[in-house]
């Protein structure tokens, strides 16, 4: 879309303000403690609203029933009101401010839930306002040395209304969709947020009419963006949908689909949209009339209180273009998480198996499928990452993590993970920017990570240091990963 486009957008997302309130924006991926204690709270039975689609609103948290009447963990407070104080970011006054510094010794390629910075340096100035029924945010970002050679930002800005329960915004935000800790087979928060329009439900209200009722706590999202001018296929739209459902207590079941569409040299008239809706003319074997590169995903999670800790196991499948109504080409993830809570303080444990290497888990596997596109030959990347699971395609992972809370606050966090990237040795990707670090295994590669972090608050701000050693350097189609990569986040609020 064009600036106009984006202003228009913008423009008609104000007007919704006077229709009715936003009583605060958003919990957003990559919070580790706000995921924990949200979803601890959930598996006990406290709060009923699906957890597995990141951003979260407020208002969802908020207007649980359970929440809001009822709170088996004794601290008195309402889970929405417990989860504000976790981050010293609460909007006392209906604004914010922020200054943040942070910078790497050198990019990583496997990353989680909580993103790890990938630049020599950044300096982000940003501001937000909440004021009744419309949210505001602007954070603007210069980078030193970027690996995507964008020097200036915009991620994490966005302006956002009410309509009745739906929330509509513009802006460039992370997204999560699905269960895993370590990664999301359809989308995640591993490449740089692409600018979109979006929609999605304010609060997880079951459906009134009775027939609908076994549904349970809805939500539904969905967003229109716009990718990188320097792909193989320049300027594609990324059209995203995500239902979730909560049927029976404790567990989760998610619909999810990705479609890369248009750009430059691609049909992108309504007919063809409808045909890439529609999945009319999907294929792997080539063709100029396919009217799209689409991913298709189902995942579950099922959650239980198991004493005074919580237990959730879940699953992801991820298919690639087929036609008819179900995915093929399929990947997979499977996943366990426990709390605990010892030496005073709560634990987060995950273990967790990703295989995007096309069938290979129930079939003969079909490598250079999973993410990757005869038409759209740039793939499934934004700026040089994965849209989806870090390790990207033909690979498997396995890891086990673990995040330590203490009560004053400071985090740590630990993980392990062995993987085997690019398991043919071969990379499909067309890379038309030599400017850009394109995060892709170049080579066939076993390889065995530790990752370590802390976070601590500070009289002035937070820090927030991570490193991670791999057993050797990780073989990229740009050159050769660093063993070992440090980063520090310094961050004060205002």
């Not at 999605?200 to 609908?212: C, F, G, H, I, Q």
């Amino acid at each position: 879309m064009s600036l106009k486009h984006w202003a228009l957008v913008g423009g008609a997302v104000a007007c919704l303000g006077a229709q009715s309130a936003l009583s605060a924006p958003w919990v957003n991926p990559g919070d580790a403690k706000a995921r924990h204690e949200l979803q601890k709270r959930v598996d006990r039975g406290d709060a009923s609203l699906t957890t597995s689609t990141w951003p979260i609103m407020w208002p969802a948290i908020n207007a649980s029933s359970k929440v809001a009447n009822a709170d088996s963990s004794g601290s008195g407070a309402p889970l929405g009101v417990r989860l504000s104080r976790l981050k010293a970011n609460d909007f006392a006054n209906g604004s914010r401010g922020v200054v943040r510094v942070s910078g790497a010794s050198a990019p990583r390629l496997v990353q989680g839930f909580e993103p790890a910075v990938q630049n020599d340096g950044e300096l982000t100035l940003g501001y937000e306002l909440q004021q009744g029924h419309w949210a505001f945010g602007v954070n603007v970002t210069g980078v030193a040395d970027p690996e995507d050679d964008e020097s200036f930002r915009l991620d994490g800005s966005y302006l956002a209304g009410t309509l009745g329960n739906l929330v509509i915004g513009v802006g460039a935000i992370d997204r999560w969709w699905g269960p895993g800790w370590q990664s999301s087979l359809i989308l995640s928060n591993n490449a740089r947020p692409v600018p979109s329009v979006w929609v999605n439900r304010k609060t997880d209200a079951e459906p009134e009419t009775s027939w609908l009722k076994w549904i349970g706590p809805w939500n539904f999202t969905a967003f229109v963006g716009q990718l990188e001018k320097e792909r193989a296929v320049s300027e594609p739209a990324l059209i995203g949908m995500r239902f979730t459902m909560r049927p029976v207590e404790g567990l989760d079941i998610g619909l999810s689909r990705t479609i890369m569409f248009a750009g430059e040299g691609r049909p992108n008239n309504g007919s063809a949209l409808w045909d890439a809706l529609t999945g009319r003319d999907n294929s792997q074997d080539g063709g100029d009339n396919d009217p799209g590169n689409q991913l298709g995903s189902i995942d579950l999670r099922y959650g239980f209180a198991f004493g005074d800790q919580t237990v959730g196991l879940y699953a992801q499948m991820m298919g690639e273009d087929e036609a008819g109504s179900f995915p093929g080409k399929k990947s997979w993830l499977f996943g366990l998480d426990w709390t605990t809570s010892l030496f005073g303080s709560d634990q987060q444990w995950f273990a967790e198996y990703v295989n995007t290497l096309a069938d290979d888990f129930l079939g003969d596997s079909l490598p250079n499928i999973s993410y990757e596109h005869f038409n759209y030959r740039t793939g499934y990347r934004y700026y040089g990452r994965n849209m989806a699971a870090s390790v990207d395609g033909d690979a498997i992972a396995t890891t086990l993590g673990v995040y330590h809370f203490l009560p004053q606050g400071m985090t740590f966090s630990a993980s392990l993970t062995y993987a085997e990237l690019n398991r043919d040795g071969v990379s499909r990707a067309v890379r038309p920017n030599p400017e850009v670090n394109y995060v892709i295994p170049a080579l066939g590669q076993e390889l065995l990570l530790a990752d370590f972090g802390v976070k601590t608050p500070l009289p002035a701000g937070e820090l927030s240091l991570n490193v991670q050693v791999a057993d050797d350097r990780i073989e990229l189609v740009g050159g050769k990963l660093d063993r070992v990569a440090a980063s520090a986040t310094w961050q004060y609020q205002f």
